[in-house]
């Protein structure tokens, strides 16, 4: 039972399958000639699906929000240009600048991995960096990210501003997401992924909104025909279907928010989690935990922060699998 990555475990409904398959029948009969290389399609279907006034000149799409990132960094990176960043977080940030000759700054986050204005200004202003790379909620520690921190490292910097919303849409009913900001903020870049609400890991669908201006300086790094007619047919399928999709999430919320409530029973405290994982501590030996976890068939996250585990939220049968396997664990140990 794999709980590592924070994939979306629930399948993909049945009648969703049904359209995604037909749509990429029809566009086999097509693979002899070279896909639409705008996605022009793909692209009103994801400014649809986001709202805000946003239409296909907003929207970029790659195989994967780690090439759309990748893509930044080319556009607006590169060898004498920086990029900040507040560690613990998405590891691929920092891979994907040394990957492009970007160099990578650390900043500090504040306590219990939050991150106020203060902070990120105080860090803009010190390292004066070409970019700034935000996760929100972040990665791996499920923490919100505010909007008016997003808000006030935009005004501290002439630079680009990304946010990478991969959880977003498991942040709480109303929440407003840095999409809100987009308008009359032409350097901000909020990154999204269909990998995790859609359950679309294996599809390799990423995305960008922002100002066209944007979309315009990727067209002129990205390779030729980047994104498979393949990919384009099922992302447009998936996406017609966004009400089904998007009840799988309600359904991780509660299973995430169980997780919230029965760790602290089992003597490993938690910290607040928009996402669909749970990061916990109180692990006097994470790997031990791991590996007694593995025996059991239950695979987890060691993410190298000191005594703390990180858990996918699954399926109900899941998450009891998990919690069941943790609890025999926690019984040895004391």
């Not at 290389?37 to 986001?50: K, N």
């Not at 995305?207 to 047919?233: E, F, G, K, M, N």
């Amino acid at each position: 039972m794999r709980l590592n990555v924070n994939e979306n475990t629930h399948p993909i409904p049945e009648a969703v399958a049904t359209d995604i398959v037909t749509a990429l029948a029809a566009a086999v009969l097509g693979v002899n000639r070279y896909p639409d290389r705008e996605f022009t399609e793909l692209r009103d279907s994801l400014a649809g699906y986001l709202g805000n006034s946003l239409t296909r000149d907003n929207i970029w799409a790659a195989n994967g929000s780690n090439e759309v990132l990748q893509q930044i960094l080319q556009a607006f990176g590169g060898p004498g240009r920086s990029v900040l960043g507040f560690p613990p977080t998405y590891s691929m940030h920092s891979i994907i600048a040394a990957g492009t000759g970007t160099r990578w700054i650390a900043g500090e986050r504040d306590a219990d991995y939050e991150l106020s204005p203060e902070t990120a200004v105080r860090w803009i202003e010190t390292a004066t960096p070409d970019l700034v790379f935000f996760c929100s909620p972040n990665n791996p520690t499920g923490t919100p990210l505010s909007l008016e921190t997003i808000a006030a490292a935009y005004d501290a910097t002439d630079g680009i501003v990304v946010v990478d919303e991969a959880y977003a849409e498991f942040a709480p009913e109303g929440v407003q997401t840095a999409l809100s900001l987009l308008e009359g903020r032409e350097r901000l870049i909020v990154s999204r992924t269909m990998s995790k609400a859609f359950a679309f890991a294996g599809a390799r669908l990423g995305y960008l909104a922002a100002d066209p201006a944007v979309a315009d300086a990727l067209r002129l790094v990205r390779l030729p025909y980047h994104l498979s007619a393949l990919t384009q047919a099922a992302a447009i399928a998936a996406l017609a279907h966004s009400t089904e999709m998007l009840r799988m999430v309600d359904d991780i919320k509660g299973q995430r928010d169980r997780l919230l409530e029965e760790l602290p029973k089992l003597g490993y405290p938690v910290l607040p989690s928009w996402s669909n994982f749970v990061l916990f501590g109180g692990v006097a030996d994470p790997h031990a935990v791991f590996e007694a976890l593995l025996e059991q068939d239950v695979i987890i996250r060691d993410i190298g922060i000191p005594h703390h585990l990180r858990v996918t939220a699954g399926t109900r049968a899941e998450t009891s699998a998990f919690l069941s396997a943790l609890r025999t664990i926690s019984r040895i140990e004391s």
